[in-house]
């Protein structure tokens, strides 16, 4: 079971704006920051949000992070085949049993 | 451009150990911390632990201390990661990844192509 939880799945029809969540806890998100990822099946993970919500050069404008107290959320608009992918979130968390950085569960994002 | 590469899948039986490396090049090698993130098959994605390349400082997750081992090589600008009493559940892609900045963080723009490791009797 993961730190940090998300939705197993999610979906949308092109186009469309969807959100994928991820919720925490004050040892993680709610004190520190979030990052989010996707990964395309058989290829490493691809660095989408860090600092909550501050773009990689390349990373479309569709992509969007937001963080408000111990969750945060993803926003996709104007929804396209290829962002069907699995998406992860991770902080770093504080926690007494056990410091270091967490993921969540990874959400699969499909594109109706 | 910057480049991390690794080694070649392994095979290994339980109780075993793994090495992998990590070579990097393109940019600074001392400059950047490296971490190290596995995914079993079909599983979520897993944070094993950093590396200070600069100092050779580590910090690694709780699950797996006493059992995983990061340390580099500036001369040849590689990084190892090596897991010792492998089980079954270590079965997994092993990335190596730099962050996109000069810190800590998990801001990791940079990824090596994965290495399997296979436990199995």
């Known amino acids: 079971q993961s730190v940090l939880t998300q939705p197993p799945s999610a979906s949308g029809t092109p186009g469309q704006r969807v959100t994928i969540s991820c919720s925490g806890s004050?040892?993680?998100?709610?004190?520190?920051?979030l990052y989010w990822y996707q990964q395309l099946p058989g290829t490493a993970p691809k660095l989408l949000m860090y600092s909550n919500n501050q773009r990689p050069s390349g990373v479309p404008d569709r992509f969007s992070g937001s963080k408000s107290g111990t969750s945060a959320s993803l926003a996709i608009s104007g929804l396209r085949s290829e962002d069907e992918a699995d998406y992860y979130c991770a902080a770093w968390d504080g926690s007494l049993s056990g410091r270091g950085w967490v993921f969540g569960g990874g959400t699969k994002l499909t594109v109706l | 451009q910057v480049q991390l590469v690794q080694s070649g899948a392994e095979v290994k039986k339980p109780g075993a150990s793994v090495k992998v490396s990590c070579k990097a090049s393109g940019y600074p090698f001392t400059s950047y911390y490296m971490h190290w993130v596995r995914q079993a098959p079909g599983q979520g994605l897993e944070w094993m632990g950093i590396?200070?390349?600069?100092?050779?400082?580590?910090t690694y997750a709780q699950k797996l201390q006493g059992r995983v081992t990061m340390t580099r090589d500036t001369s040849t600008s590689t990084v190892y990661m090596e897991l010792s009493s492998l089980r079954s559940e270590d079965t997994a892609v092993y990335y190596c990844a730099r962050p996109l900045y000069g810190g800590n963080g998990l801001d990791l723009h940079y990824w090596g192509q994965g290495t399997l490791v296979t436990v199995s009797s």
């Open positions: 590396i200070n390349v600069s100092g050779g400082t580590t």
């Open positions: 004050s040892s993680n998100i709610g004190s520190n920051d």
